[in-house]
């Protein structure tokens, strides 16, 4: 007999943590918060977004959470709620930042950059956006394990197995040998880390 598919469960647990953040309890809401905010950054990143849009995108999720919290029907589903809110959201930034028109520079003098150590940060910059651009020459079902594994604090298998399609059992060698071409692309390029 096939039925829909049963939630993972982690699903179930964020469902309860929904339920309880509607009862009034922020404790849930900021877990809720905790456990998700690093998948929508990285469905956001994802995108093509930098780092400060992509902090914009998920405080914006996170907004339309607290403008829709009643409204969920099925709190199991929340993560997926969530993700497609976020896509859309790094949608229209996306498509908003290609509208801008680049400002004139002379308009601002020689304005000191606030940043602090502007060289490490330009360093850090360019080894992610390397990192990066060879993490896209990976295959789909790699690049989206990759993203996944390494910025989710405790992956559930069962949510990647159903967020990907793969058997939970095949998830850890994947995830092995998608690093280990990362790593020979790397090593190709003459950046061994």
């Known amino acids: 007999m096939t039925g829909s598919p049963r939630p993972s469960a982690t ?22 918060v905790r456990e998700l905010t690093p998948l929508l950054w990285h469905v956001a990143r994802a995108q093509g977004l930098d780092t400060e849009a ?8 996170w907004l339309a959470l ?11 589903a929340l993560t997926g709620w969530l993700v497609q809110v976020t896509k859309r959201e790094a949608w ?54 990759l993203r996944i594994v390494a910025f989710v604090p405790r992956p559930d298998y069962a949510e990647i197995s159903a967020q990907l399609g793969m058997a939970r059992g095949t998830i850890g060698p994947t995830r092995g040998r998608c690093l280990a071409r990362l790593r020979a692309l790397l090593e190709t390029e003459g950046r061994t880390p």
């Open 92 to 145: 229209r930034v996306a498509r908003a930042r290609r509208a801008e028109r680049p400002v004139d520079t002379a308009v601002f003098g020689d304005a000191p950059d606030p940043a602090p150590d502007p060289e490490q940060e330009a360093v850090t910059a360019d080894g992610n956006r390397r990192l990066w651009t060879l993490l896209r020459r990976l295959p789909a079902r790699c690049q989206a394990l």
């Open 11 to 32: 699903s179930v647990r964020v469902g309860q943590l929904l339920e309880a953040a509607r009862a009034g309890d922020r404790g849930s809401l900021a877990e809720i």
């Open 66 to 76: 607290l403008r829709s919290l009643s409204d969920i029907q099925n709190p199991a």
């Open 54 to 61: 992509s902090s914009d995108v998920v405080q914006s999720t």
